[in-house]
Nanobody, 124 residues
Framework: VQLQAFGGGLVQAGGSLRISCATSGRPYNKYVMGWFRQSPGKEREFVACMSRNGGSTDHDDSVKGRFAISRDNAQNTVYLQMNNLKPEDTAVYFC??????????????????WGPGTLVTVSS
């Protein structure tokens, strides 16, 4: 599967942004699809993910209630809707695909496929 994240940009604190992950190749419903982020000097961290059939989602506590992962099967695209953005959300956001079991969903090293990131900058 090939992944391409896009839609990042500059937004003021409190604002909203939706980033997208276009997929191609093997259907994404064969994978757990995840969003991760990385800011300078920090390790890549889990943000959100969705199960293969789309029936389950998981969000890190730092974004729960503000961010939501979703997908559009017709467009083969996974989204991350980000609301009430904070300066600490500033990072490069990556989408990734994993074939591991749902129980390992938060570990970035279990994701075999990654796309180029998209930068989200939140100004205070």
């Amino acid at each position: 599967v090939q992944l391409q994240a896009f839609g990042g940009g500059l937004v003021q604190a409190g604002g909203s942004l939706r980033i997208s992950c276009a997929t191609s190749g093997r259907p994404y419903n064969k994978y757990v699809m995840g969003w991760f982020r990385q800011s300078p000097g920090k390790e890549r961290e889990f943000v959100a993910c969705m199960s293969r059939n789309g029936g389950s989602t998981d969000h890190d506590d730092s974004v729960k209630g503000r961010f939501a992962i979703s997908r559009d099967n017709a467009q083969n695209t996974v989204y991350l809707q980000m609301n009430n953005l904070k300066p600490e959300d500033t990072a490069v956001y990556f989408c990734a695909a994993s074939t591991v079991i749902w129980g390992m969903r938060r570990a970035p090293n279990h994701y075999a496929y990654w796309g180029p990131g998209t930068l989200v900058t939140v100004s205070s």
